[in-house]
């Protein structure tokens, strides 16, 4: 695999085409009909998380590559849930989780991608990211009153002209941590409005789920437009083979939760990993020291 090959995307109903127009608002929010039920969901996701686990061990073994799930989505579509359940098999030792919140004074005396930049995944690695640099496009354009607060040099009165570089910017990040070995997927975990609402209310009802509610939800909720306009514009302009975006259907978590743990599978059996390679002298020894072991 030469510096500018890169694995090729996983094929799937819900990749977001390379550099194209991406209407968000028309994208499913449901599993296809007929499609499996959620004990079929269930046992995939179980045999997918098994063959995960042994892919991870390949993956630190091999160390030339490294592997990055960003996870993006609106309140209660089930982010938490889903890295929780997807990534439960792995060894924690090879992985790492971050959740990007609102950035503190000393990342907003950086450029907008500097925190993300110092959580990329070391080789042989599996990162998670829950939200992302992506916030900058999503959030920050959906409430450009933010911008206020990064002083920017400029930009900030032709906030058309922000995203567009904000968005090259981001391709060329994502580009040159895939040149050099990081393997980018990215996830839109795509609820609808009526789903979130559901869970929202949910969380109210259920004394054990109050703490997750936050009212501040609501008031995101109400620019649900806004933010299908802004995640179209996002995904449109950086999904790229190099990191691909994949819009998932979320209204139902055990069809959304499969389908991400397969997507992850197939793009790592994708990578021409091996095992280390032992020498003959080394094998000898090894054989020598087993016949000691045994011998006990």
């Known amino acids: 695999m030469s510096r500018d ?6 094929a799937s ?4 085409p390379f550099d194209q127009p991406f209407d968000a608002g028309r994208a499913p929010t449901r599993p296809p009909k007929g ?5 079929d969901n269930q046992e995939a996701l179980a045999a997918a998380i098994a063959r995960l686990a042994k892919l991870q061990e390949l993956l630190y073994a091999d160390d030339r590559y490294s592997l990055l799930c960003v996870f993006q989505a609106m309140d209660a579509a089930g982010k938490d849930g889903t890295v929780r359940a997807v990534m439960s098999g792995i060894n924690p030792a090879g992985c790492q989780v971050f959740a990007f919140k609102a ?5 907003l005396d950086h450029d907008f ?3 993300c930049q110092r959580a990329l995944p070391e080789r042989g690695r599996i990162g998670v990211w829950n939200r992302s640099h992506y916030e900058e496009v999503l959030v920050v354009r959906v409430n450009p009153k933010f911008l206020a607060g990064q002083r920017l040099p400029h930009g900030a ?3 058309d002209g922000l995203w567009a570089q904000r968005y090259e910017s981001i391709r060329d990040f994502e580009r040159h941590a895939a040149r050099n070995g990081t393997v980018i997927v990215k996830f839109w975990l795509n609820v609808s409005k009526d789903e979130q609402r559901d869970r929202l209310i949910e969380r109210i009802d259920e004394p054990e789920s109050n703490w997750k509610f936050n009212a501040g939800d609501l008031a995101e909720r109400g620019k649900w437009d806004q933010y299908m306009e802004a995640y179209g514009a996002a995904l449109g302009a950086t999904s790229r083979p190099w990191a ?3 819009a998932v259907p979320a ?3 055990s069809f959304m939760r499969r389908t991400i743990a397969e997507i992850l599978v197939d793009t790592l059996e994708r990578l021409p990993m091996a095992w280390p390679e032992v020498s003959a002298a080394k094998r000898a020894e090894m054989q020598a020291l087993r016949a000691q072991l045994a011998a006990e």
């Open 157 to 159: 009165d032709d906030l």
């Open 251 to 253: 209204d139902s978590k």
């Open 103 to 107: 950035p503190t004074a000393e990342e």
């Open 113 to 115: 991608l500097w925190r």
């Open 5 to 10: 090959e890169f694995p090729e995307p996983v």
């Open 244 to 246: 691909p975006w994949y």
């Open 35 to 39: 499609g499996p039920d959620k004990k």
């Open 13 to 16: 109903p819900y990749l977001v």
